[in-house]
């Protein structure tokens, strides 16, 4: 992609009422553009990093034999009410429409109680178990408020899935598979060292339910930390845990976190309420048991933006960057030369973005770092007398000169 | 993929209250599920349609240089406001819904307003044109019936792209050049022979604007026809577009059709209502000239699904079949052989779905007509016996006897 045809631009400031680091950056950097407080549109560079981020979790669902969908945005009052969660009191962030008849819809928070209801016409004997689902799918949300940028979205992409299973057995089997896809998912992300299985409260099935929580100063969360165990506790369940896991308080390191996903065990209890069973092979009736596992596709962006970032811009990790390479020429003997290596960098497959304005070398490089494309390539017309060009990498700052002829195995082996 | 990790079955009967062909057909072989009336969930099967759908396009879009974005759901009541179309008693279709705050917003309907609000960010100077943005985007429509399943949504997946140019001459050139591009989508489709670039009603710029219709028995258009001429023209305008073309009313065959496309020149009208301007090299403000080019996604799988079917169920254009092969094994010979071919056709990246199951011949050859896959290899005990297997085309019928040692060069030439 060459920066000329990109119609975003860098700006200068993002909008005043933007208090969010992470939405600031991306604002600025041409990401994305706030349509109001939690509502952001991912513009073409930030919808490659949404697709990036995808792409990564799909293949590690589909690795734990889940199945693609798309559930619908429009929801149905009635499926809610079986169990209680259609009133507003009970769930408080309920988006409410109605279609022209006067019939209330919800748009959709979660999709829990829809794929149950939907599950009925598709299990009904054990030969059809155990199933997993999931979707990427915008979730509306009518938080109060919204000041955390991408973190916390009114409007905002997650990816949700929903396993099913003939005992509890083959769900706690699955339930782990999914800690162990989801742990690959966030080291893939680049946030594996600091992202944290923890304790988190249960239900009325389990005591702990389990969520992924990344350390970030943004976070609205806080765990206590056992660094050497590797043992990692919410807030809300400290007391609990540490009756349960035989540590101390003293031991706990209190540090501010992002929960980046969760998982948890409903056991029977939702599908009891709304009426899916399934025949066992004697032909018996018998309750299913449920897990329900959620990653927030545009938080866990939102998270990375605010992780890796310093004062000159964003840093993505190599696997979710919008682009692996950003081409600068200057002058024109070092544009020429550009061209050809932007072409070869193109058939080759490596994903390129090429500055070829007609602009300050300085204003390039600024773009260059605030975008925070992996790897720059300078081409100048010195450059190319000498045969060689300028190869840095954003997240050290340091710059190498390479031959003209090395370009292709450097960035291959970076 | 095996049939016996697909969590959907076919169905014998699709819900009493569905009365559209195209979803009764998609229902019962599992590619969608009715969530209400004129909102479906998109299942693994009839995602995989959609996703295709949508490369195609992206592939032409991005062809002709517009970029990938995507805009949000919720939107703004001031921005729809600028131009009228908050109302509604002017856009009878909106949905709305409220922050806790009492605040007023819109769910997306169509995205012109806040594309061109947004772009007062990115838009100032002539330097920034053309500039050409597309997406996919789930639109919500509160259309009082819903009658013709997934081609008439309460909810469904448009793309929808927008071109701003400096000059009347910029836009005409870049409309006909998307003319081109819409061609040659619905010739990639399976649509080609069949759909037609219509003279429609136009706007405050245009005597006409362009719709592009395919002939369908279950459309809810009627456009009248000169097929030696090439010329359509929608019902609207067909007394118009009479004198202007210099046809005779009685040259014309009246047909039933379904709009799969539309393309719009907005002029100026819009983004001077809004007040989107840019300054000329002279440092004059001016007026930009706009263009709006929409294809229904899930209708046009709708309209397939209609018009490439028969009694026993779906015939998918190989582009857009969610598999490009079933494979049916039979005994155990056969299923031994099966597996080999499946992990080999797997291996070599043709998409196959393995009927795997422990089920009549018979029930695994319906299944396969219904869900519409295009070729059909079986693998029975006696064949394997042979050295053979058969091969079935699901748009003729036809079977033929081919070497098993000849399957991936016959897949490969279909």
């Known amino acids: 992609m060459r920066v000329s045809k990109l119609f975003t631009k860098t700006l200068k400031n993002s909008p005043a009422d933007e208090v969010a680091k992470n939405a600031q950056l991306l604002i600025r950097a041409g990401y994305v553009y706030k349509e109001m407080a939690g509502v952001y549109a991912y513009l073409p560079l930030g919808l490659r990093v949404v697709e990036k981020i995808k792409q990564v979790v799909r293949e590690e669902m589909n690795a734990i034999d889940s199945n693609e969908l798309t559930m619908t945005g429009l929801q149905r009052k009635e499926v809610w009410e079986k169990t209680g969660r259609w009133d507003d009191k009970t769930v408080d962030v309920w988006f409410k429409t109605a279609l022209q008849d006067g019939t209330v819809l919800g748009l959709g928070w979660s999709h829990e109680e829809p794929i149950v209801e939907m599950m009925k016409h598709y299990v009904s004997s054990y030969k059809d178990l155990p199933v997993s689902l999931y979707q990427f799918q915008t979730k509306m949300r009518n938080e109060l408020r919204a000041k955390s940028g991408i973190m916390r979205?009114?409007?905002?992409?997650?990816?949700?899935?929903?396993?099913?299973?003939?005992?509890?057995?083959?769900?706690?089997?699955?339930?782990?598979?999914?800690?162990?896809?989801?742990?690959?998912?966030?080291?893939?992300?680049?946030?594996?060292?600091?992202t944290y299985v923890t304790f988190a409260s249960g239900g009325a099935f389990t005591k702990f339910s389990h969520e992924f929580q990344t350390i970030c100063d943004a976070g609205e969360d806080v765990i206590y930390l056992h660094r050497e165990k590797n043992i990692a506790v919410n807030e809300e369940v400290i007391d609990d845990a540490v009756k349960e896991l035989d540590i101390s308080?003293?031991?706990?390191?209190?540090?501010?976190?992002?929960?980046?996903?969760?998982?948890?065990?409903?056991?029977?209890?939702?599908?009891?309420?709304?009426?899916?069973?399934?025949?066992?092979?004697?032909?018996?009736?018998?309750?299913?048991?449920?897990?329900?596992?959620?990653?927030?596709?545009?938080?866990?962006?939102?998270?990375i933006a605010e992780k890796?970032?310093?004062?000159?811009?964003?840093?993505?990790?190599?696997?979710?960057?919008?682009?692996?390479?950003?081409?600068?020429?200057?002058?024109?003997?070092?544009?020429?030369?550009?061209?050809?290596?932007?072409?070869?960098?193109?058939?080759?497959?490596?994903?390129?973005?090429?500055?070829?304005?007609?602009?300050?070398?300085?204003?390039?490089?600024?773009?260059?770092?605030?975008?925070?494309?992996?790897?720059?390539?300078?081409?100048?017309?010195?450059?190319?007398?000498?045969?060689?060009?300028?190869?840095?990498?954003?997240?050290?700052?340091?710059?190498?000169?390479?031959?003209?002829?090395?370009v292709f195995t450097t960035l291959e082996k970076s």
Chains 1, 2 share one sequence.
Request: proline share 2%; hydrophobic share 30%.
């Open 153 to 194: 979205g009114r409007e905002f992409v997650m990816k949700d899935m929903y396993s099913f299973h003939s005992t509890k057995e083959d769900l706690d089997d699955y339930y782990n598979r999914s800690i162990e896809a989801y742990k690959r998912a966030y080291a893939r992300l680049g946030l594996g060292d600091d």
């Open 249 to 303: 308080r003293d031991e706990l390191e209190k540090v501010k976190t992002a929960e980046v996903g969760n998982i948890f065990n409903f056991g029977s209890q939702k599908t009891d309420e709304m009426g899916l069973y399934y025949t066992d092979s004697e032909g018996r009736r018998q309750s299913l048991y449920v897990g329900s596992y959620g990653i927030g596709i545009t938080r866990v962006m939102g998270v």
């Open 308 to 406: 890796m970032s310093d004062s000159k811009g964003l840093i993505w990790p190599d696997n979710i960057a919008p682009y692996k390479v950003y081409l600068v020429s200057i002058g024109e003997n070092g544009s020429k030369k550009a061209d050809e290596i932007y072409k070869r960098l193109t058939e080759e497959g490596i994903e390129v973005l090429y500055d070829d304005r007609e602009e300050r070398p300085g204003a390039k490089f600024a773009d260059s770092e605030l975008l925070g494309i992996p790897y720059r390539l300078t081409i100048s017309d010195r450059s190319v007398e000498n045969g060689q060009c300028e190869f840095t990498a954003r997240k050290s700052g340091e710059t190498l000169l390479i031959a003209l002829d090395d």
